[in-house]
């Protein structure tokens, strides 16, 4: 049975957070006095209402929770805060459509990156803080964020945490789910202020640079800039942020290790290797082609290409190069790039690496096993057998993943002129990449598709940064029987 005050009041502690950060939002609008702080007002004032209403009808409810209401949490928790998050874009005018609003906002807690905004420049700081603010709370995850920087909501729970946190096999630091998230947040935190002092030194202000750090690190890629980080054309700030993109796209464990003087961890992670020679090798490819073929510039091919394939292995989607005027093989390689994504229990989205290792792996030993019948070959990670359950649950999601995104794809072809187009936007949202090709390109936006497909593709990349699963068995009548 699932326990319906519990739930309604974890969800209200978590909307009294929420309103926390509309509050800094709010901030920003008052120092650069700017007439949207009324709209943030509004939103606090509504958020927090809502948030304490759901907290005082469950006071005193117990702590007892369990797999089943961690995952009904974990993915109501991601809608209502987007449903609430709009609040500031349609109180302002900044968005005039709850639609593109919602689009907007969802894109951002599941720092997917793509927009529907034409007009970024145009926006109130306010509004731009807060657009970048949504990105930088989902990078982490909205729940392990509460867990570990407002610890007084009493939100705890294992279930929880792995239920939110990205990844086949959640990383922990220390025995304690809470201690955990701290460890994490604070290396977050930590990231976030270095490449803020490093974009500034640079020549870039602090509010484009604070901005662009939030959005990097959460691996999400909203700019301040309607021309994305391709607006910044000094190769300094440019490799500042394919640094931090690459980072933000290592699972976080190892850069905790790589932080506290244990760099070896990191070096001997075959997941961290994979993940560089994907970088290295695609960035070599397309940097000869471009030499070669396009007659670039060495630095600027290699500087173009590099910064492309961590934008997109990381599913952080800045452009800096239009992709689309590039040969269609060097196109192609950058679609192969959307269905590998970043490092387990990093922020970065899509099927993550060490999935892609693990299936490659089985698939090499399946041969081996056909060649020797009696053989017992177990698959390997990291020095460790990996039981079949775990590659069971890889196979799972590699179909569920390929299954949705094919039927997915066939729905977006009744709302795209082009098949090109409707594979690239469910490809892009289902991986919470942010640009895509043809009509989504990454010189373009999502403004011009129908109402119901951006709702469509509003909960495709709720349903990637949940990672499948977590939404899905929502759908399944066995979750629901007593």
């Given at each position: 049975m699932v326990k319906h005050k519990i739930i309604l009041n974890i969800l209200g502690k978590l909307l009294i957070g929420e309103s926390f950060f509309l509050f800094l939002s709010l901030l920003v609008s008052l120092l650069y006095q700017e007439p949207d702080?009324?709209?943030?007002?509004?939103?606090?004032?509504?958020?927090f209402t809502v948030g304490g209403m759901s907290y005082m009808l469950s006071r005193g409810v117990g702590k007892d929770l369990g797999k089943r209401e961690g995952y009904i949490i974990v993915s109501i928790v991601w809608v209502v805060f987007s449903i609430f998050g709009c609040l500031p874009y349609l109180f302002s005018g900044a968005i005039s459509s709850v639609t593109d609003a919602f689009f907007e906002t969802m894109s951002g807690f599941t720092t997917t990156g793509s927009s529907i905004l034409n007009n970024i420049e145009e926006l109130p700081h306010g509004i731009l803080f807060w657009r970048s603010l949504t990105q930088w709370m989902g990078g982490m995850g909205i729940i392990v964020m509460f867990l570990a920087i407002l610890p007084t909501l009493g939100i705890g729970g294992r279930e929880l945490f792995i239920a939110e946190v990205p990844g086949p096999a959640p990383d922990k630091l220390t025995p304690r789910i809470k201690e955990t998230a701290r460890h994490l947040w604070g290396l977050y935190i930590l990231f976030t202020f270095a490449e803020t002092i490093l974009l500034f030194i640079g020549g870039m202000n602090f509010f484009d640079a604070i901005n662009h750090s939030l959005t990097t690190m959460a691996t999400g890629g909203y700019s301040t800039k309607q021309a994305s980080a391709g607006f910044f054309t000094s190769p300094y700030l440019q490799y500042v942020i394919i640094f931090f993109m690459f980072v933000a796209g290592t699972n976080f464990t190892l850069a905790y290790a790589m932080v506290t003087g244990k760099a070896s961890k990191m070096f001997k992670d075959e997941e961290f290797r994979f993940y560089a020679l994907v970088v290295v090798m695609f960035t070599g490819i397309i940097t000869a082609v471009l030499v070669v073929g396009d007659n670039f510039g060495l630095e600027r091919a290699f500087r173009d290409s590099l910064f492309t394939v961590v934008s997109?292995?990381?599913t952080t989607g800045y452009a800096t190069a239009d992709y689309l005027l590039w040969t269609p093989f060097l196109g192609m390689l950058v679609f192969v790039l959307f269905f590998v994504g970043g490092s387990a229990g990093s922020t970065g989205g899509g099927v993550k690496v060490v999935r892609i290792l693990l299936l490659f792996k089985n698939s090499f030993y399946e041969l081996k096993r056909l060649v020797h019948p009696n053989a017992v070959i177990?698959?390997?990670?990291?020095?460790?057998?990996?039981?079949?359950?775990?590659?069971?649950?890889?196979?799972?999601?590699?179909?569920?993943?390929?299954?949705?995104?094919?039927?997915?794809?066939?729905?977006?072809?009744?709302?795209?002129?082009d098949i090109y187009s409707a594979f690239s936007a469910v490809a892009t949202t289902l991986g919470n990449i942010g640009p895509g090709f043809g009509e989504v390109g990454p010189m373009e936006n999502f403004f011009h598709l129908p109402a119901l497909a951006k709702w469509f593709l509003s909960f495709l990349m709720l349903l990637g940064r949940l990672e499948l699963f977590t939404v899905l068995i929502l759908f399944s009548p066995s979750f629901w029987k007593h």
């Open positions: 702080s009324l709209a943030f007002v509004k939103s606090i004032l509504i958020t997109i292995i990381t177990p698959i390997r990670y990291n020095g460790h057998v990996v039981d079949q359950k775990t590659v069971t649950n890889i196979l799972a999601f590699f179909v569920f993943y390929i299954i949705i995104f094919m039927i997915s794809s066939i729905l977006m072809s009744l709302w795209t002129p």
